[in-house]
Nanobody
Framework: QVQLVESGGGLVQAGGSLRLSCAAS????????MGWFRQAPGKEREFVAA????????YYANSVKGRFTISRDNAKNTVSLQMNSLKPDDTGIYYC??????????????????WGQGTQVTVSS
């Protein structure tokens, strides 16, 4: 059974940093994209960042570009999201996602096959 487990969320003041991690088990995703999405209260889930199978291609939402960095370790079957200069608008539940195939557009959530349970990130002003 495939599982994605996120960790690293929490409460932080504006301007602070957090590092989210996602550990996958049940199969390897070393050949496929992985990504992070988030959902704020009362809003739809939105794309945050994605990374290609070998880390060569990375994608970011405009709202996080320059502040967040996505990375992966295929040997450990993990993906991470370093979040710096956090803003209250970054508050939400952050979900890790993994694809079961190569994607032409890894920014679309409907293309991902596996999802974690989410981790809460709260940024206070």
């Amino acid at each position: 059974q495939v599982q994605l487990v996120e960790s690293g969320g929490g409460l932080v003041q504006a301007g602070g940093s957090l590092r989210l991690s996602c550990a996958a088990s049940g199969r390897t995703f070393s050949s496929y994209p992985m990504g992070w999405f988030r959902q704020a209260p009362g809003k739809e889930r939105e794309f945050v960042a994605a990374i290609g199978w070998n880390g060569g291609n990375v994608y970011y939402a405009n709202s996080v570009k320059g502040r967040f960095t996505i990375s992966r370790d295929n040997a450990k079957n993990t993906v991470s999201l370093q979040m710096n200069s956090l803003k209250p608008d970054d508050t939400g539940i952050y979900y890790c996602a993994a694809a079961g195939m190569r994607l032409s557009n890894p920014t679309l959530d409907r293309r991902y096959d596996y999802w974690g349970q989410g981790t809460q990130v709260t940024v206070s002003s």
